[in-house]
Nanobody, 127 residues
Framework: QVQLVESGGGLVQAGGSLRLSCATS????????IGWFRQAAGKEREFVAA????????AYADSVKGRFTISRDNAKNTVYLQMNSLKPEDTAVYYC????????????????????WGQGTQVTVSS
């Protein structure tokens, strides 16, 4: 089972930026589609963004579209989430998750489709 480690969270003012990283332990990380999810205090976990195994396909939640960008560097076994124009409502614990993916596959948006998860990283946006 691939292992995932998130980093890059922190405290930022509204309008600021952060870049989250998700490092995978598997040398075959290019076989995995990666998703970012977040969970705010007292709320259910929600989809943020996802990227296909080779990075050719991406998907975003409407709430972050135009502000967040997901990308990956398979040579470094790392997926990134660049977050710009952050808002207080973006405050949450952010998790990356992985699923083995076929070469051609619809990007999955449901947390249930991702069997491997990282421990999460806290993002706090102050107003």
């Amino acid at each position: 089972q691939v292992q995932l480690v998130e980093s890059g969270g922190g405290l930022v003012q509204a309008g600021g930026s952060l870049r989250l990283s998700c490092a995978t332990s598997d040398r075959t990380s290019s076989s995995y589609a990666i998703g970012w999810f977040r969970q705010a205090a007292g709320k259910e976990r929600e989809f943020v963004a996802a990227i296909s195994r080779r990075g050719s396909g991406t998907a975003y939640a409407d709430s972050v579209k135009g502000r967040f960008t997901i990308s990956r560097d398979n040579a470094k076994n790392t997926v990134y989430l660049q977050m710009n124009s952050l808002k207080p409502e973006d405050t949450a614990v952010y998790y990356c998750a992985a699923r083995w993916a076929a070469l051609i596959e619809t990007i999955k948006l449901m947390s249930e489709d991702y069997p491997a998860w990282g421990q999460g990283t806290q993002v706090t946006v102050s107003s």
